[in-house]
Structure formats: C-alpha cells, structure tokens
C-alpha cells in the first residue's frame, strides 16, 4: 500500500513538471516562401526531439534573413516562450560572395544554425536519387527533377517530403559525401554542396 501511494506522489509530481516544461520548439526561417517551408512543414512530429516546428518563409536573403532570424528569436525571449534552436536555410544563389559570408558570420556570433545550399535548395532534393557534384543552375535542377520524378518539378509542391522521404538516407549519405568533398575549398569554389542533410539529421535525431 506504502509503494502505491508513493507511486501516484511521485506520478502527480512528474504531471505537475509535465504541465509546466518548456515547449521544446525548433525555429526554422526559411529565404523561400514555398519551395523550403512546404518541405519542412511535411516533416512528422518527432516528440523526442521537439514539440513543434516554427517554419517561417521570409522571402528575405542572405543577410535579411539572419536578421529576420535574430528578430524572431528576441521577441521569443520577450514572450517567454524562447526557441530551443533557431535555423537558417538559404541559397548562395545570384547573391554575392561578400553577402553571403557575412549571413554565416553573423549567424555564428549569434549562435544560430545555418542550412545553406550552393547554389540552390534542389541539390537536396536531387541527391535523394543519386550522387550528384557538378554545377547546374536552377533551371537545370529543375529539368533533371522532372525527368527523375517522371512528372513536372514545381517549387511550390507541396508533395515533396512524401515523394522524396523513403530515399532521405540516401540524400543524407550523399549530401555527407559531397560536402566532405567540397568543405577544404573556399566557399566561392564550394559549388554544388548542401548542408540541409545537418537539418534534417537533426530534426530526425
């Protein structure tokens, strides 16, 4: 009888500590307004890893979105209801080399994760079907997604994650590959590589 009733303290005690945890929330702020927070949004709920995901397609660049970035997590601060992580996912893209070094210098200083891609989010998306090291531009991405996929590639699917997830460790085996391939150049010469595999590894866990 002894050990029931200290079974149901301990039980009420560990309700009472559920009831006021903080929410374990991961802030991923995204450049794209369609293309990156259609696909994260797809993500199931991974409780061991976090309560929920905040996705934020800015439409900002670069810079502007690590700022974005900064701004969202201190009005977090404010609220009391602080992020757990905060992530940026952005493309080198057109923008300049100088730009986008100051993004990954200021993201660093304010401890916020960056999830970047040379030069655009579709080299993950193509590494789910085979390894992939040589440098296209955005529209040859988009041709050889629509021959694999064996329909049109679209930036706004919102289909992406269910069609692409039963192949997610071959993209991250292959995204690992590239990047452990291309990490000793400097980032001008890095093209293609995507870091979008330390993302997803993580809300995977």
Not at 52 to 69: F, M, P
Request: charged share 30%.
């Amino acid at each position: 009888m002894r050990h029931d009733k200290l079974f149901q303290k301990r039980a009420a005690e560990l309700r009472r500590a559920e009831g006021t945890r903080q929410l374990r929330i991961i802030l991923i702020v995204c450049e794209g307004s369609k293309t990156e927070p259609n696909y994260f949004k797809a993500f199931p709920k991974n409780q061991r890893v976090y309560d929920e995901i905040d996705i934020q397609g800015t439409g900002y660049n670069t810079v502007s979105l690590v700022k974005k970035a900064i701004q969202l997590r201190n009005e977090a601060w404010k609220n009391r209801r602080p992020y757990q992580e905060v992530w940026c996912v952005f493309d080198r893209d057109s923008f300049s080399l100088e730009s986008f070094n100051e993004a990954l210098a200021l993201a660093k200083r304010e401890k916020i994760r960056c999830a970047y891609s040379i030069e655009a989010f579709e080299i993950w998306y193509l590494l789910h079907f085979y390894y992939c090291d040589a440098a296209l531009s955005r529209t040859q991405y988009s041709e050889k997604l629509t021959a694999t996929l064996d329909t049109e590639y679209l930036k706004n699917d919102t289909k992406m994650y269910e069609r692409l997830k039963g192949r997610t460790r071959k993209a991250i085996q292959n995204a690992k590959k590239l990047y452990a391939f291309q990490c000793s150049k400097a980032i001008q010469d890095q093209n293609p590589v995507t870091t979008i595999f330390k993302l997803v590894e993580r809300l995977q866990n």
